[in-house]
């Protein structure tokens, strides 16, 4: 009984505790991306500063992305209203606009090196090392998104979320959405601050 007790209060205090640690997990995301932005701003001053269009592929991923918020909020309520296997399907829709946003990335980077423009070395400039080296920061917080769309994906096909006890699958859509709007910062950011 106490055992019982003192597992129930555990699991209590982990629930209030996950979401508080994400958002500070995402703040500190904030500040870092905040960070290689403002460096962007200033490196615009230099001399050897290179304006180009954002390659077509950009464009592509983040109406991407944006779809996979969209799925998602779709499929988390509809595990609310218990309808498990269309809320199952757009989950599984959800990880395949995120690996086709992630691909869509790739190609640009290879629209840029078709354009002579590389991230290091012979041909790099400062502004396509700034820009290759963000997106490229954004696409590895995307993959650890792509990580957590499995993981919530195995859980719902486990029936481990319930409509009273959605916690895990929230804590993923948190950070997918957080994912979401962070691209849609950096492409604004890239598309307006040349």
């Not at 209030?16 to 615009?44: D, E, H, N, Q, R």
């Not at 993959?143 to 919530?152: H, N």
Request: aromatic residues 18%; proline residues 2%; without cysteine.
């Amino acid at each position: 009984m106490v055992e019982q007790t003192l597992q129930e209060e555990l699991t209590v205090a982990r629930k209030i505790s996950l979401k508080p640690m994400l958002w500070v997990s995402m703040i500190s995301m904030v500040m870092f991306f905040a960070g290689l932005t403002s460096a962007y701003v200033i490196s615009m001053k230099r001399d050897d500063w290179v304006t180009f269009d954002l390659p077509d592929a950009f464009y592509i991923s983040t109406f991407l992305i944006v779809a996979s918020s969209i799925t998602l909020m779709l499929s988390q309520k509809l595990i609310k209203q218990e309808k498990r296997e269309m809320s199952l399907f757009l989950l599984v829709v959800t990880l395949f606009l995120g690996i086709g946003f992630i691909w869509q990335q790739y190609e640009g980077f290879n629209e840029l090196k078709d354009l002579g423009l590389y991230f290091t070395g012979k041909g790099s400039t400062v502004s396509t090392s700034f820009i290759i080296g963000i997106t490229l920061m954004h696409v590895l917080h995307l993959l650890a998104g792509v990580i957590v769309l499995f993981i919530v994906i195995y859980n719902h096909f486990k029936y481990k979320y319930k409509p009273n006890d959605l916690l895990g699958f929230e804590l993923g859509a948190i950070f997918w959405h957080f994912v979401d709007i962070l691209w849609i910062y950096l492409f604004l950011f890239f598309y307006f601050i040349r």
